[in-house]
């Protein structure tokens, strides 16, 4: 642990030096460092900062309840911004992705464009019985799936499954078999 504390005190130490070097000021009079302090940073040799760094002069304390809420925050974002991209390359227009997640116009075209989808979009057409028939059949697997493992998936996790089991777009399994039957879905999470 001293090592790594050792090496966390190096880094700060560092930033600092060079936010007094580039004039970024702000950080420092804003915790009432004054410009002496500033002017010795600036001057302090890298061998001075490292010998500084034993001594440990930068005080850092962790909320754990802070910091893990907000790494909760960070994983929880990283997992939605991956399946948003996987359900529109799977055909997921916005109005569909707008029913799991917050997503603006602006974003969606960007992603979209991102990752070189950019046809235009027209209604999809209408599942046949014997393909709603499978989908549904595919549904209680994951459900069976997910009692299994004890594990819990979102709308739009089982939309993307049904969707590359079955090869057909998010779009048209929101339209045709999602907002038919909401009611399996209701216990599923979403990432909102």
Do not use: W
Not at 170 to 183: C, E, G, K, R, S
């Amino acid at each position: 642990m001293a090592d790594l504390d050792y090496h966390l005190q190096v880094q700060i130490l560092m930033a600092f030096k060079t936010a007094a070097e580039t004039g970024q000021t702000h950080f420092f009079r804003s915790r009432g460092l004054g410009q002496q302090t500033i002017d010795n940073l600036k001057a302090l040799p890298t061998s001075a900062l490292m010998q500084l760094a034993r001594y440990q002069p930068v005080s850092l304390e962790f909320a754990e309840s802070i910091f893990n809420a907000r790494l909760e925050t960070g994983i929880k974002k990283e997992l939605e911004s991956k399946l948003v991209r996987k359900a529109i390359k799977l055909g997921a227009s916005r109005n569909s992705l707008r029913a799991f997640v917050l997503i603006t116009n602006k974003s969606y075209s960007e992603i979209r464009q991102d990752i070189g989808y950019i046809d235009k979009r027209d209604k999809p057409p209408k599942l046949g019985d014997k393909q709603l028939i499978a989908i549904s059949q595919t549904h209680a697997n994951i459900k069976h799936q997910e009692r299994k493992l004890g594990k819990k998936y979102t709308a739009l996790e089982i939309l993307i499954k049904l969707s590359e089991a079955h090869n057909i777009e998010i779009n048209q399994l929101y339209n045709y078999y999602y907002t038919d039957n909401a009611d399996l879905f209701d216990d599923e999470r979403s990432l909102r």
